[in-house]
């Protein structure tokens, strides 16, 4: 069994930046492909962002290209999230997840993450 934790969200004004922090404990988290969500009030849960095992291959939907970057530290079991230029539509929980899958393929899919961890708020004021 795995425990995510994420840390890092709070309150910040448009293009203000944050980095958050997802800690996993229970089993090294190096042989799973982590992945980023966020779930704004009274949407779906989207898809953010994806890292490799090794980190060596990212992801990111449109939306977030050239702002947010995903990056792990397996020494540490732990993945990063470092959003820049937010923007006020970028408020929304945002959650870690551990991906069940190393096939790359269909990677925004939450069915595949097998673990997830319960949220940190971010909120982008205009």
Known sequence: QVQ?????????????????SCV??????????????????GKEREFVGRISRRGGRTY???FVKGRFTVSRDNDKNTVYLQMNSLK???????????????????????????????GTQVTVSS
């Open 88 to 118: 006020p539509e970028d408020t929304a929980v945002y959650y870690c997840a551990a991906d069940q899958d190393s096939n790359p393929v269909n990677v925004a899919t939450t069915a595949r993450y097998e673990y997830w961890g319960q």
């Open 24 to 41: 996993a404990s229970g089993r090294t988290l190096s042989n799973n492909a982590m992945g980023w969500f966020r779930q704004a009030p």
């Open 60 to 62: 990111y939907v449109d």
């Open 4 to 20: 995510l934790v994420e840390s890092g969200g709070g309150l910040v004004q448009a293009g203000g930046s944050l980095r958050l």
